[in-house]
């Protein structure tokens, strides 16, 4: 943090007086979809994560499981959610009770 502590609030009063002039718009930036996907959403100070939020003890656990070429091509077939099926299947053979 640097040691200046003066308040931003005065540098946002001038930044907002503040009127670009056509000659300057050259030097702005472009607004494309890499500087979108770069960007930190933020509110206040708290950074706010993309994704999924971090599920704890529900949380799903990867494993690496050897099965049948023509299991998994026939799995992966169904497109998208393919492995969600796979453990809907593995919850029904063993009768498990979905947790959560």
Same mark, same amino acid.
């Given at each position: 943090m ?9 540098d946002?009063?001038? =930044? ?5 002039? #056509?000659r300057?718009?050259d ?11 770069r ?6 100070e708290? =950074?706010i994560?993309?994704?999924?939020p #971090?599920?704890?003890s ?12 023509? =299991?998994v091509?026939?799995?992966?077939a169904?497109?998208?959610g ?13 009768k498990?009770k979905?947790t959560?």
């Amino acid at each position: 943090m640097p040691g200046n502590k003066r308040s931003i609030k005065s540098d946002l009063a001038k =930044v907002d007086r503040r009127r670009i002039k #056509p000659r300057e718009y050259d030097d702005a930036p472009e607004l494309d979809d890499d500087f979108f996907e770069r960007a930190e959403i933020r509110d206040g100070e708290t =950074v706010i994560r993309r994704g999924r939020p #971090p599920l704890g003890s529900d949380a799903k656990q990867p494993v690496t499981i050897r099965l049948d070429a023509d =299991v998994v091509a026939a799995y992966r077939a169904l497109g998208r959610g393919w492995q969600t099926q796979v453990n809907a299947d593995l919850r029904k053979a063993r009768k498990l009770k979905k947790t959560g």
